[in-house]
C-alpha cells in the first residue's frame, strides 16, 4: 500500500507573528488581521509595508503584523498616512481603522486624504459601536441598536442616521477604489479579500486612494454569542450596509 502524498494548504501568512490572539472570541478583527498579512505577501510588500494603527481595538494590530508601524492619535491615521507617504514615496502605506476612530474624530482626515487622491490604502473595520472604551454609540450604531450612551436605543430623529461611509468616500474625486464587505461567512471573507487586493494595487499602480470597509462583529458588547453576532451582521448590517463595489477606475480604465 502506497503511502498517502501530503500536501500543506493551509498556514501561517509570513508576515503574521506567531502568538495568541487577545482578541474576544467571535471578534473579526483577528479574520481582517490574516487577510491583511496574506495580501502583503502575495503581493511582494512585506518588507516594503509601513502600517498606521490608530487609536481603538485596531490599534493592536501591530502586535501580530511583522511589519513597521506608527500608532497614530485618535483618527488621523490617514493625516500620518499622508505624511509617511510624502516622506516615503518608495513604501506601501497602509492605514487599518475602526468605525468610531475613522467615521467620527477622524472624518475630516479620511474625507480629505480620499479627496486628494493620496497613493495609500485603508482598511476601515466597522462594528457598529466603540469597541475598545466600553461599547458607546458610534457614527455607525444602527437605529435602535442599544449601547452605554443610547440605552433606549439609536433615534435617528435624535442621534441622526448611522453615516454610510464607502458611500461618501466613492463620491470624492481623488478615491480609486472603494468597496464594502463582510467577515460573516467564508463567501463573504473571499470577496473581502478581492477587495482588498483591488485597493492595495490602486497604491501600488499608482492609481489613486484605496478604500475598504469590512463589516466586523464585536459580540462582547453587542452582548451576543459569536453565532448571533454573525447574524446580526447578515440580518441587520447587510441590508442597511449594502456589500459591493461603489468605485473602481481600474474597471473603468482610468487613473486618479
Known amino acids: 500500500m502506497s503511502e498517502m502524498n501530503e500536501k ?48 481603538g481595538c485596531s490599534v493592536f494590530i501591530y502586535n501580530y503584523l ?5 500608532e497614530a492619535p485618535h483618527g488621523r491615521a490617514p493625516a500620518v498616512a499622508t505624511g509617511v507617504k510624502a516622506a516615503r514615496n518608495d513604501k506601501f502605506v497602509l492605514a487599518y481603522q475602526g468605525d468610531g476612530d475613522l467615521a467620527s474624530i477622524g472624518m475630516a482626515e479620511i474625507l480629505h486624504a480620499a479627496n486628494r487622491g493620496e497613493r495609500i490604502a485603508v ?34 430623529d435624535r442621534e441622526g442616521s448611522p453615516i454610510r461611509m464607502t458611500e461618501i468616500i466613492a463620491e470624492l474625486g481623488g478615491t480609486a477604489f472603494a468597496g464594502r464587505a463582510s467577515l460573516d ?12 487586493r483591488k485597493a492595495f494595487q490602486c497604491q501600488l499602480e499608482d492609481r489613486g486612494f484605496g478604500f475598504v470597509e469590512l463589516l466586523s462583529a464585536c459580540p462582547t458588547n453587542w452582548k451576543m454569542t459569536p453565532l ?11 441590508p442597511y450596509f449594502p456589500l459591493g463595489v461603489f468605485k473602481d477606475v481600474t474597471e473603468e480604465g482610468g487613473a486618479c
Open 123 to 156: 482598511v476601515f473595520v466597522n462594528n457598529t459601536v466603540y469597541g475598545m472604551t466600553g461599547g458607546q454609540m458610534a457614527p455607525t450604531t444602527l437605529v435602535g441598536q442599544k449601547t452605554t450612551t443610547c440605552p433606549d436605543g439609536r433615534c435617528a
Open 228 to 238: 448571533q453576532a454573525n447574524e446580526r451582521i447578515t440580518n441587520e448590517m447587510i
Open 185 to 196: 461567512s467564508v463567501k463573504n471573507i473571499r470577496t473581502a479579500k478581492k477587495y482588498m
Open 66 to 70: 511583522n511589519v513597521d508601524a506608527v
Open 8 to 55: 500543506l494548504v493551509f498556514d501561517r501568512p509570513s508576515a503574521m507573528i506567531d502568538r495568541p490572539t487577545h482578541y474576544c472570541p467571535g471578534c473579526h478583527h483577528g479574520v481582517a488581521h490574516r487577510l491583511v498579512a496574506e495580501l502583503l505577501e502575495e503581493l511582494g510588500v512585506v518588507e516594503k509595508t509601513i502600517m498606521i494603527g490608530s487609536i
